[in-house]
């Protein structure tokens, strides 16, 4: 945030000279075209270009414009355009002139200034609503305990999938009341918070939901069966590792999946019955296994 101020503030300096360099220019070009011309009376199109810059670009540029245009006047109005000898009459419009330069500038100015800063407080109040919509989103689509995706998540990234070879994965921890019952919730809390990093690792954060309680899902796109089970087996070795409650006891799960093309729009909700089916007869035979099969999509036809 503080080296995004400091570049703001560079990069005000820089439009900060560059205003000031086209206001100039824009009063010098008005200059010499009253200076050219002749024009009897130059004062209103001064008065307008030093109006228009000023609106514009705030005091400074106005500032920068106005000495430019006292100069002029000075100049004009002076005997022999001496700069310094005036009559009474032509002293009193350069007085007026000054004055209503300064008034111009100020007023102007001042009301560029309060445009500006309203200005600047929305972008922030913009920046800010933002930042707060995004993690509004994040939080809509993410499980808190696991930072793992949740199942909102998972109803949005179904298009995500669509026209794509997937493989869908349901699992559960075996044996997970017992660590609540046994070492506590604290302990069960921190296996399920354990249980999202391991599958992030393997899997990634993109591909990983909860789906509730000690139940998640992986849907993974463009991988091979022969990556996939490799995948597998590194999870299994990551929850080998832990230890609930800090005990001696090994945590294992259970999963099913299936794997084929997502080619129609209920494909998926097929595919993660099929998983879910796999996983109830992992869950027979014993737990600890994960068993695949490839998606029978013709069971659906």
Not at 49 to 66: A, D, E, R, S
Not at 96 to 112: E, Q, S
């Amino acid at each position: 945030m503080k080296q995004t101020k400091k570049s703001n503030i560079r990069r005000g300096a820089g439009y900060e000279l560059l205003h000031c360099a086209v206001s100039l220019a824009v009063m010098i070009a008005l200059t010499a075209a009253v200076y050219f011309f002749r024009i009897p009376n130059p004062n209103m199109i001064l008065i307008a270009g030093l109006t228009v810059c000023t609106t514009l670009y705030g005091y400074i540029p106005g500032i920068l414009c106005g000495a430019e245009m006292i100069g002029y006047s000075l100049y004009f109005f002076s005997v022999g355009h001496s700069f310094v000898n005036f009559t009474s009459e032509n002293l009193l419009k350069v007085m007026i002139i000054t004055i209503g330069v300064a008034l111009n500038v100020a007023f102007i100015g001042r009301l560029k200034s309060r445009h500006d800063r309203v200005l600047n407080r929305l972008e922030e109040y913009n920046s800010d609503l933002l930042e707060d919509n995004l993690s509004l989103r994040e939080a809509t689509v993410t499980d808190p305990l696991t930072k793992l995706k949740n199942r909102y998540a998972l109803r949005r990234d179904f298009d995500r999938c669509f026209g794509r070879f997937i493989h869908v994965m349901m699992m559960d921890l075996d044996d997970f009341k017992g660590v609540n019952d046994t070492y506590g919730h604290e302990a069960g809390d921190e296996l399920l918070r354990e249980t999202g990093v391991v599958l992030r690792e393997s899997f990634g954060n993109d591909s990983c939901y909860r789906y509730g309680g000690d139940e998640f899902i992986v849907i993974c796109t463009d991988i091979t069966e022969e990556h996939f089970r490799e995948r597998i087996e590194e999870i299994t070795e990551g929850f080998f590792a832990l230890h609930p409650g800090g005990s001696e006891k090994h945590v294992r799960f259970s999963a099913g999946y299936v794997y084929g093309k997502f080619a129609r729009e209920d494909d998926l909700r097929h595919m993660l019955r099929q998983a879910d089916e796999l996983l109830y007869q992992s869950k027979q035979r014993g737990k600890g296994t994960a068993l695949g099969a490839e998606y029978r999509s013709h069971d659906y036809a």
